[in-house]
């Protein structure tokens, strides 16, 4: 059984920083792109960004500058790095994996993690 589970999510501040990551565990034979997503009320899930497993970081316009993607592969560990954050930012923020595990791939998601902007 593959998991993803987020942590880091939380009240900040405009201006303010926080650091979201992401664990897969389980039977993964191997991890290919990783990234994350967000849903603010009201709205779809948009991209925020997302790695590949050996190329470059890809960001929505709305983030570009101001958040970082980055991954741990022995950790099997996806983190999103957020400065200067907005109250736009606002939203539940969920991890996205594409995972071969048990002879098949599949793209998993993380239960996602309330992250608010607010002064």
């Known amino acids: 059984q593959v998991r993803l589970v987020e942590s880091g999510g939380g009240l900040v501040q405009p201006g303010g920083s926080l650091r979201l990551s992401c664990a897969a565990s389980g039977s993964i034979f191997s991890i290919y792109a990783m990234g994350w997503y967000r849903q603010a009320p009201g709205k779809e899930r948009e991209l925020v960004a997302v790695?590949?497993?050996?190329?470059?970081?890809h960001y929505a316009d709305s983030v570009k500058g101001r958040f970082t993607i980055s991954r741990d592969n022995v950790k099997n560990t996806v983190y999103l790095q957020m400065n200067s954050l907005k109250p736009e930012d606002t939203a539940v923020y969920y991890c996205?994996?594409?995972?071969?595990?048990?002879?098949?791939?599949?793209?998993?998601w993380g239960q996602g993690t309330q992250v608010t902007v607010s002064s």
């Open positions: 790695m590949p497993s050996g190329g470059s970081a």
């Open positions: 996205t994996a594409d995972i071969l595990a048990g002879g098949s791939m599949r793209t998993y």
